[in-house]
């Protein structure tokens, strides 16, 4: 008889141990439990509401981050404004630095003065002194043999094919004169673009200025950002150099803000396409998930469940998925993101969790409406029935 | 039996095979639009990337010096060499013909202006506006309309054969111009119909009809250059070298390309005594925005199909989850494995075929519907992407369907049936 008070002390033991132990309400057992003993298919579920946000966070984050992707490749067109002094007068000397202080250190300001000077034999040749090291960062597209060094300035140049054919065609040091001044120079490399500057020889700005006298009367500016901040970056020079014209590079904004606008838009309409065919996936999943589970609303009915407990429960269980698969499918696809911006742009897209609030509200509500849809149909029906098995 | 089968389960399961069905649809036809759109964009962007203006110059091959500072030439007009107007429409007789949009010839001559009682020398640039031509039986228009797009006019654009000018924005403003009031020119008087804003420097410059320059100038069928707008190939290894060094084949291969470069070489051999050059600005850039823009579209379009293929399978693995009892049954009256998942599959097949059939001609609707809003031009679906996408529709839902036909097969029937899972 020693077997009674050991079962006795057990029995009083475990219910000593259920007392104490942390109170999980049935409801969240009954949440845990139906995802446990159906893991297929719960899982199935929540890899369609994982795939979904995945792909909507990718496209919100390339949508928000592609344009300023593309507008940096657009910089590579050069300048997009032009500041000239007011009625061909040259501009004062520290106006470079006054426009990099005016706009920040991305903006990039390059000054151009311009003088005509005579070869040898008499010819023409259009010369300009500007910064090397900054026309090498805003023209990009100016194909040169060889940069001069910023600091050696004995003489370097860089002569534009069609001005080496008159100035130098034998690739030697030349001498060029200006109002009665001669300057040796060296031409360092050859400069091609297909335009204006093919006719030109071009050298360092301080050299240029001590020989001709002239200083710059044209700067190019390179402003990044949108075009609303382009218009205010030009306000704002407008301010910082009252004595100069500040004139828009119409070629290169529009053609930029046309492309761009495009592109946005193909990718916004891309972008809503297949969010939206996630999320209706996503919804014929979970009302098929619900649908089957018509024995355990039958059950909890039968039981006598209240209407709004067995609402409740499994809108729990929807918003319960929406946010697991949010947070899951939130980073995937910022993972998604940052390897398309390094695949195709060569920087990663910066993740932006602001993203996350519209991820996660959509996908339970995507949820919530996939729940609430079967439930609407099951509760005309008698439990009764679906318990028989039709 | 197997036909009867499969009839009868797409005949009394409605709701489920929708289900399935419409998950398929949609995802085939997100995946063709997607596809359609990612072929087109390069051609659709080009087109766009136009909106840079030329990308190509045409200059006389023995030409002098230029010698202008911010738009203002400082050398003798009459110096220096001239292509020939009439040469000019044998650029639509080159290979790449349909690639060139349009161009515009450019002639500036110096011409006195007259105005209240002073003179001053101003540069006025003869061009085509929107010039007719035609080549063989080829009729087509081209000018500044269409290769300057940024050029705006607040008036009317002159007519081409008549002699009315554009006064550029800023010359108009310093001759305290009024509207309806005619320009005296080199002691003829002009009828201005506009005044062009182009934030180039042509703002301080006169547009005119070339005729009216050539005129000007005393020289009949002169042009200064050619502007070319030409939709091109971004540059590759092969593009960047030399003709003269390639071996025949090579040299067809990058002849039959429309590279900047190669398109510039057929300018040279049909003008006679010119030089064609790529303008850089314009030619290098585009290459590198157009691939950056191609490329993301592929990433996207890419991460749209694997997005599809995980809904469709999602819905398959649920559309046969749902029918274990059906196989539990099937299994008691003594199928085998093989049939059963032969039964499946079949439905699988005939899902993926309508859905597919009906997904393609719904993306396709999409993509037109995409091209016509975005690009106001059609997006062209290649035939060839029908049996592409149908394969793909059908893998996709094989593969979708493969997991959980194998695990609803291996499933005891006695526990299916009894309705516990």
């Known amino acids: 008889m020693s077997t009674a008070p050991t079962a006795l002390r057990t029995a009083k033991e475990v219910a000593e141990r259920r007392a104490q132990a942390p109170h999980t309400s049935m409801f969240v057992r009954m949440l845990i439990r139906a995802a446990m003993l159906r893991r297929g298919r719960a899982a199935s579920a929540l890899l369609a509401m994982v795939v979904a946000a995945a792909v909507a966070t990718a496209m919100m984050n390339l949508y928000v981050d592609v344009q300023a992707k593309l507008r940096s490749e657009f910089r590579n067109y050069g300048a997009n404004v032009v500041i000239v002094g007011k009625s061909g007068q040259s501009l004062a000397p520290d106006a470079v630095t006054k426009i990099e202080s005016a706009l920040g250190p991305k903006t990039l300001a390059v000054p151009f003065a311009y003088a005509v000077a005579r070869t040898k034999d008499g010819q023409s040749v259009v010369v300009v002194g500007t910064d090397f090291a900054r026309a090498r960062q805003l023209n990009h597209w100016w194909n040169v043999t060889h940069w001069p060094d910023a600091a050696g300035n004995s003489g370097q140049t860089l002569v534009g094919m069609r001005a080496a054919a008159v100035a130098t065609p034998e690739h030697q040091a030349f001498d060029l004169t200006f109002q009665g001044k001669a300057i040796h120079l060296v031409p360092t490399g050859l400069l091609q673009t297909g335009a204006a500057e093919d006719s030109r020889i071009y050298l360092d700005q301080r050299e240029f200025e001590n020989w001709t006298g002239v200083a710059p009367t044209t700067i190019e500016v390179a402003v990044s950002g949108t075009a609303d901040e382009v218009q205010q970056g030009m306000k704002q020079l407008a301010v910082a150099l009252p004595e100069a014209d500040i004139r828009p590079v119409r070629q290169i904004m529009e053609g930029e803000a046309n492309v761009l606008n495009k592109t946005r838009a193909t990718l916004y309409a891309s972008a809503t396409l297949v969010v939206l065919t996630s999320a209706l996936c996503v919804l014929a999943t979970l009302i098929g998930w619900v649908f089957d589970r018509r024995r355990d609303f039958a059950i909890m009915k039968a039981l006598g469940a209240s209407e709004g407990l067995v609402n409740g429960f499994f809108a729990a269980e929807a918003a319960a998925l929406g946010v697991v698969g949010a947070i899951l499918g939130f980073f995937i696809g910022i993972g998604v993101a940052a390897w398309i911006g390094r695949a195709n742009f060569h920087a990663p897209v910066v993740p932006r969790f602001s993203v996350f609030p519209y991820v996660l509200a959509g996908s339970i509500a995507v949820a919530l409406i996939s729940a609430v849809l079967p439930i609407g149909l099951l509760r005309r029906v008698q439990p009764a029935i679906i318990l028989r098995g039709e | ?421």
Not at chain 2, 123 to 135: D, E, I, P, W
């Open chain 2, 1 to 421: 039996m197997f036909p009867r089968l499969v009839y009868e389960s797409f005949r009394r399961q409605t709701r489920r095979k929708l289900l399935a069905g419409i998950a398929i649809t949609l995802g085939v036809a997100v995946a063709t639009a997607m596809i359609a759109v990612a072929t087109d964009i390069g051609d659709k962007i080009n087109r766009e990337l136009r909106s840079y203006g030329a990308n190509l110059v045409v200059t006389p091959q023995e030409d002098t010096l230029d010698v202008e500072i911010g738009g203002i030439n400082l050398k003798p007009p009459s110096d220096g060499a001239f292509l020939n107007e009439a040469d000019l429409p044998k650029i639509r007789g080159t290979f790449w013909h349909h690639n060139i949009v349009g161009f515009s010839p450019m002639l500036p001559v110096t011409v006195p202006l007259e105005r209240d009682g002073t003179q001053r020398n101003v540069t006025l640039v003869g061009t085509y506006f929107s010039k007719q031509l035609s080549f063989g039986k080829d009729e087509f228009t081209t000018g500044v309309r269409i290769t300057h797009p940024w050029w705006k006019v607040d008036g009317h654009w002159p007519d081409d054969n008549f002699t009315s000018v554009l006064l550029g924005e800023r010359l108009a403003e310093r001759i305290h111009w009024r509207a309806l009031q005619t320009i005296t020119l080199a002691g003829r008087d002009f009828h201005v119909s506009g005044v062009l804003s182009t934030g180039g420097p042509e703002d301080d410059e006169i547009v005119a009809p070339l005729a009216v320059a050539q005129q000007m100038l005393g020289k009949p069928g002169a042009v200064r250059r050619v502007y070319v707008s030409a939709l091109t190939k971004p540059p590759d290894a092969l593009s960047v070298r030399d003709p003269k060094t390639m071996s025949p084949e090579v040299y067809d291969r990058w002849y039959c390309s429309p590279y900047v470069e190669s398109i510039a070489y057929q300018l040279q051999e049909a003008i006679p005594h010119s030089h064609a050059e790529q303008i850089r600005q314009v030619a290098q850039n585009e290459g590198t925005v157009l691939s950056r823009i191609k490329g993301l579209m592929l990433l996207v379009t890419l991460a749209a199909l694997l997005a599809s293929a995980l809904a469709v399978s999602a819905a398959m693995a649920t559309a046969i989850f749902e029918r274990r009892v059906e196989i539990g049954l099937m299994k008691a009256l003594g199928a085998g494995n093989l049939v059963v998942s032969a039964v499946f599959f079949a439905e699988a097949l005939l899902l993926a075929l309508m859905g597919g059939v009906v997904g393609f001609i719904a993306g396709s609707l999409l993509a037109h519907q995409i091209g016509r809003s975005i690009f106001a031009s059609q997006i062209s679906i290649q035939p060839v992407l029908f049996p592409i996408i149908m394969a793909i529709a059908v893998f996709v839902t094989f593969a979708g369907s493969a997991a959980a036909i194998r695990r609803a097969v291996k499933f005891d029937p006695v526990f299916s049936l009894r309705g516990g899972a």
